[in-house]
């Protein structure tokens, strides 16, 4: 569950209450491109003009059976708002429009979606005939637009459930589709030869080490050697991006007048909690996930769109379905807004690139005040329980002491601690020996961490929910992912290690915000040094954080 702090509402997201490469008017980071065969239902060489809110319809009516990928290339030099309108072959009176939005461009672009037929409660679940494609001009300026061509595809979608991964090196890297597209899996195969561990040790505690086999003195319990560091007990953890708007005015004034209705959480408190906007790109709190919108994986990197559901959905939870919005709401509601992540790995560690842009239409957007972000939600594994940092005065003096606050941040509701200073711009969750997972993201202007369900001190009986995780619902776990190898795998428990670096800004309309971070599995003196490397050679540009500066 999340949880909400004083001045800082950190979405954790589940326990702690996540595009181009960078902001507008930069080149963006280019998607990996497949071997795909569309088939074009529209052709078109016009140019024509939209007034401000005008919008034009394009009449396809042809029979997609099969497809469920679109394509459409265009150009348009300002913000388009698109609409998708088809209906079910085998009735006609079903109807649906599925919404889309085109960034302004002075090039021909190639626009490409998945109709919502790959989530299980998605719109589109039915043989399709496209009916038409409507594109409305939502800036207050003449839009030029330039159509090309519309195709659709038989693309082959994997497996509601599938996890995609890439490894290269040492490092294995998944991104979970069935949560958005987060970074759902980061394992380290191989440290010079040794193998990373999950075990329980003699103290009984549940610990991650290397080199450590069944026969090693302090192992009581061997429990694996392919180890996933990141937790993902439920749609709100993982490593992903999350994003805040007070739009909709106090409880009192949530009327829905401008476009958005605001709704009370049970996540981050039993009594209710009144939730602003929060895309969150897993899903919601009650576990619906996010919509694929696009991806694509190479050799060594995944790239993914996602439509971002909407956290406060507190009456779809299982224990409301009495209540009488709880049919209006299970479902949850899915965004009006992209996220977009590349995740690649070079040199042994992985580079993430996140993007996120909104296209809601609410009418307050101007007049909304800031709100803190997680950039990105980071949601560790919680045998790596030591929290590190430099808080220094000499940044990158690598004898420089190294600031451990072991023990002052457990519990979500008082126990968290935030800071502002770490000049290295980084933060790392390792265990006993310095090994884990270190994290370098330039740009944050403040730290939040902290410990959930847990002490310094892991005894096994306190961790053993692993088959309890609320994703493991209608006799899946995890929508089918591999079952724990134990009841203490620690990927899958509700004790976890968090932080999010956070910076406070006010979400603007049709404008995307970016940046850039890095991650590490080693031992904290080797990525400390790989992460001033990366500072020194200036491979990190977060400037794109400022498009949201007020």
Partial sequence: MKKKLCCLVLAGLSAFGMLGLSACGEEEQPAPTGGISFTSVYSSTDTFSLNPGEEKKIKINKDITGKNYMRLIMNSTNNLYGTFEYCDVSDPTRIVEENFFIEPSNKQIEFKQFLDSYRDNGVGL??????????????????????????????????????????????????????????????????????????????????????????????????????????????????????YADVGGSMEEATGANGYQRYTSFTADPNGYYWPYNPVQGGDEACNVSQIID????????????????????????ENMDNPLYEERKNGRTTKSYIENWYEIKDNKLFVTNRFIDWNGFTDMDYIPGHNLEIPATYIVHPLNNYVCYEGDEPWNLSSYVYDRQGQLDGWADGSYVTTKHPED?????????????????????????????????????????????????????????APTSVWTSCYVGNTDYTAPVVTVKMKEYVPLSYHYVVAVDYLETFRAEFKEIYENKEIDNSGLKAWDY
């Fill in 126 to 243: 039915f043989d399709k005939k496209m009916l038409s494609v409507t594109l409305k001009n939502v800036d207050n300026e003449t839009a030029t637009v330039k159509l090309g061509d519309f195709a659709v595809a038989d693309r082959d979608v994997p497996a509601f459930e599938k996890e995609i991964y890439i490894e290269s090196g040492d490092l294995k890297v998944g991104a979970d589709l069935a949560m958005g597209g987060t970074l759902s899996y980061l394992e380290r195969t191989n440290y010079q030869g040794m193998k990373i561990a999950e075990y329980i040790n003699t103290d009984e505690s549940v610990s991650i080490g290397v080199g450590v086999t069944a026969e090693s003195e302090n192992c009581k319990r061997y429990l694996s050697d392919s180890v996933n560091l990141i937790n993902i007990y439920d749609a709100g953890r993982e490593i992903q991006q999350s994003y």
């Fill in 295 to 318: 991806y694509q994986v190479t050799s060594n990197q995944i790239y993914v769109k996602t439509r971002a559901m909407d956290w406060a959905n507190g009456y779809g939870l299982p």
């Fill in 426 to 482: 980084w933060f790392a969750w390792v265990n006993e020996n310095d090994f884990g997972v270190g994290v370098y993201i330039p740009g944050a202007r403040a730290y939040a961490s902290g410990r959930s369900l847990t002490t310094t001190h892991f005894e096994a009986r306190g961790n053993s929910n692993a088959l309890k995780s609320p994703m493991g619902r209608q006799d899946m776990y995890l929508y089918n992912k591999p």
